[in-house]
């Protein structure tokens, strides 16, 4: 996925309510004034970006100065004349519209059908990214935006240099302990990720055992006395919004292997949860340090 489930603006293709009727008409009867979308084939001059991760791959490219609206999640540094068109979930399809975007970028786990549906409705040039749970997918997506932007050197150059780092930092994990990791990215109530996302693969890469990877959900809810059971040597906790809100419900089990030797780590969802590759290189490198800390 391209944004972490655990935060509310991003659940895979949730339903948002879109404009009336009557504004989608008035909308429409403008369409003659819009100058001809960009194809497949043109490289975009104006770009609408509705999700966070594809916000930073723009800046990543070298593209960020063909930004003119993104989203309240969106990074973007102060002074900005980039138009805010709304939450990821909840887009405000006349603002999107009024920017005459050449191209409106999107995807399936943050943005609704229905905003989609809207925008390709009133004749936006619109391309809808294909959530992520994996680094492989990840390349490839970015891969992908690089060559829709004309920027497909770039990208690729990007591709590499982050999969050699990756692989150097397995290399130097590989011979160590393989301490027993839980992963927590929601208190009330508390969730988990399972192997079969991409936190599962942070761990392994960062030579961890997730203690839920077995989960059959990805991200399954569990309790307390589950985790207990599991006994972890490290608890990642996911911070959303309050640092410490996550952490403190381990300080009531001081019997924990994570608890008694003090490796509860909480690492920031805008780091950890934004699936683009040099944000997962990041992220890398943070899990690493919380797992192995004290290594090279």
């Not at 006349?94 to 009133?122: F, H, M, Q, W």
Request: glycine content about 8%; overall charge positive; hydrophobic content about 45%.
């Amino acid at each position: 996925m391209r944004e972490h489930p655990a935060r509310a603006a991003n659940p895979p293709m949730m339903a948002s309510r879109g404009p009336t009727a009557m504004i989608l008409a008035l909308l429409a009867l403008a369409l003659s004034a819009w100058p001809a979308s960009a194809g497949q084939d043109s490289t975009p001059g104006r770009i609408v970006s509705l999700a966070p991760s594809i916000t930073r791959e723009l800046s990543d490219l070298g593209a960020q100065d063909l930004l003119v609206g993104a989203t309240t999640h969106c990074p973007l540094p102060a002074g900005t004349s980039v138009r805010i068109v709304g939450s990821p979930g909840r887009i405000s399809i006349e603002r999107v519209y009024a920017l005459k975007p050449d191209i409106v970028l999107a995807s399936t786990d943050c943005n609704s059908r229905a905003d989609v549906a809207a925008l390709k409705g009133l004749g936006c040039a619109i391309h809808v990214f294909a959530g992520c749970e994996t680094l492989a997918c990840m390349c490839t997506s970015f891969r992908e935006l690089g060559d829709l932007l004309g920027r497909s050197d770039r990208a690729d150059a990007i591709v590499k240099d982050v999969q050699a780092r990756i692989r150097a930092i397995e290399s130097g994990v590989r011979a160590t302990h393989r301490p027993k990791v839980f992963w927590q990215v929601g208190a009330s109530p508390l969730v988990t990720a399972s192997d079969a996302t991409f936190a599962g693969e942070f761990l392994r890469r960062a030579g961890a055992v997730n203690v839920f990877g077995d989960a059959r959900m990805r991200y399954p809810r569990v309790n307390a006395e589950e985790v207990l059971r599991r006994d972890p040597d490290v608890i990642i906790v996911v911070s959303r919004m309050e640092p410490g809100s996550g952490s403190t419900l381990w300080e009531r089990y001081p019997g924990m292997s994570a608890v008694r030797s003090g490796r509860v780590h909480e690492l920031s969802a805008d780091l950890v949860c934004q699936p683009t590759p040099a944000m997962f290189l990041k992220a890398l490198e943070a899990v690493v340090a919380a797992v192995h800390p004290g290594e090279p």
